[in-house]
């Protein structure tokens, strides 16, 4: 079991913090496990938290206020909210709670964009928004923390984020990818932490629920869709979490036990093509293909389908590889 993620629920010790339950105490504890294995914070960080009226970011912003409680070091809060133009937000009603986190020494900040209008104009009628609104939200996020001074920007994934990504990158993709707990941007000038990263979904819905959070969705027309491929995604993953119990927490542990040169990344494993292992490659793909078409709860198989899992696989440099 070396190098996998091992996630448990002691509690932190020390200091006189009472948390107002188990659901709460296991929350914020997986939050600190997962700031320490990354080095998420230190003594002086000025973090922008992102708050989209979502389940998550609500939570986010309540552990960093329990962890900054804590901690030996000493970090400040600013929250976020950004109005991104759809029809039906209600801006009032997030930053009205996050006004009552300004007791705890959070300060907040809003501010509006109208991505609506640019969607229209950029995208065909039939394009699906969602890359486009990804990036003009990184850009205004980025620009805000450049004039906020802050030096991380902590974003509420959780860790069904991120094997359903693994997931989405994997079958959509064609590549081995998820989301870091820490992520450094291209140009080297920001750093986005995921403190929420070894955390689940439910627990997070439950201690929304528990705390009587104002959600507001993002109002996006295309949010949500049952048929956009995260979804669909989502209810696989459900589907064999209730046939495979555990299986989620593999999954989670596998991102954490990377064995490049296992893969076929020619950087890690060079570049001899062994026909034995092309072989069990296409075999293995062959097999996923046909347990995943068979899944009920895929209303469009065909998309997957188009994948071809089984095709015959190269290990040669001159098929599948540029260059």
């Known amino acids: 079991m070396d190098g996998l993620i091992q996630i448990r629920d002691t509690p932190v010790t ?10 709460e105490k ?10 320490g294995d990354f080095d998420l914070l230190a003594d002086g960080d000025r973090v922008m938290v992102c708050c989209s009226g979502g389940k998550d970011s609500y939570a986010l912003l309540d552990v960093l206020v329990w962890l ?3 901690a030996p070091i000493d970090f400040s809060l600013v929250a976020v909210n950004l109005d991104q133009g759809y029809d039906g937000y209600d801006q009032k009603v997030v930053e009205a709670h996050l006004r009552t986190r300004e007791a705890a020494g959070v300060e907040v900040q809003v501010l509006s964009r109208d991505f609506k209008t640019v969607l ?13 609104c990804s990036r003009l939200r990184r850009g205004v996020l980025y620009g805000l923390a450049d004039e906020l001074g802050a030096t991380k920007i902590a974003l509420g994934h959780h860790a069904d984020d ?3 990504t693994l997931v989405l990158n994997l079958f959509f993709s ?19 932490i995921r403190p929420l990263a070894y955390n689940w979904e439910a627990d ?5 629920k528990n705390q009587g959070y104002p ?12 048929d956009q491929k995260r979804q669909v995604v989502k209810r696989l993953l459900a589907t064999l979490e209730s046939e495979s119990p555990g299986l989620k927490s593999q999954m989670l542990a596998a991102l954490g036990n990377v064995k490049p040169e296992h893969l076929l990344d020619r950087k890690w494993a060079g570049v001899a093509p062994v026909l034995q292992a092309e072989e069990a490659v296409t075999a293995a793909l062959g097999d996923l293909s046909a347990r995943l078409l068979a899944s009920p709860l895929l209303a469009k198989p065909e998309r997957l389908q188009a994948l071809d899992l089984g095709a015959k696989v190269s290990l040669s440099p001159r098929v599948g590889h540029p260059g």
């Open 120 to 132: 229209e104009a950029k995208l065909a009628p039939d394009a699906t928004p969602c890359s486009l």
């Open 162 to 164: 991120l094997i359903e």
């Open 204 to 208: 997070l819905a439950a201690y929304a």
């Open 14 to 23: 020390g200091g006189g913090f009472r948390y107002r339950d188990l659901l």
């Open 215 to 226: 959600i507001v969705g993002c109002a996006c027309p295309s949010c949500g869709l049952p």
């Open 26 to 35: 296991r929350i914020v504890t997986r939050a600190g496990r997962c700031v």
């Open 174 to 192: 064609g590549k081995l990818a998820s989301m870091p707990p820490r992520l450094v941007s291209e140009d080297g000038r920001h750093v986005v």
């Open 68 to 70: 900054r409680r804590r």
